[in-house]
């Protein structure tokens, strides 16, 4: 799975302390999932679609598998 987390940060201008702070979460989670180690809950990633006001599709995607 691919993400464009660091993307939607970048451009919200917020660090990944903070993005952790408003959801709860740990700022390691957010780096891990910022470098695809890491595939968040389901509950983490509407948080986030709703946080960046995009649908998790537009923060999610499944890598191809060629």
């Known amino acids: 799975m691919k993400n464009t987390l660091k993307v939607q940060r970048a451009k919200a201008n917020i660090t990944q302390d903070d993005l952790a702070k408003i959801l709860n979460v740990s ?26 006001d995009v649908k998790v599709e537009d923060l999610f995607s499944l890598e191809d598998s060629d």
């Open 27 to 52: 700022r390691q989670t957010i780096y891990s999932i910022e470098k695809n180690v890491y595939v968040p809950s389901t509950v983490i990633a509407l948080k986030l679609a709703d946080y960046f």
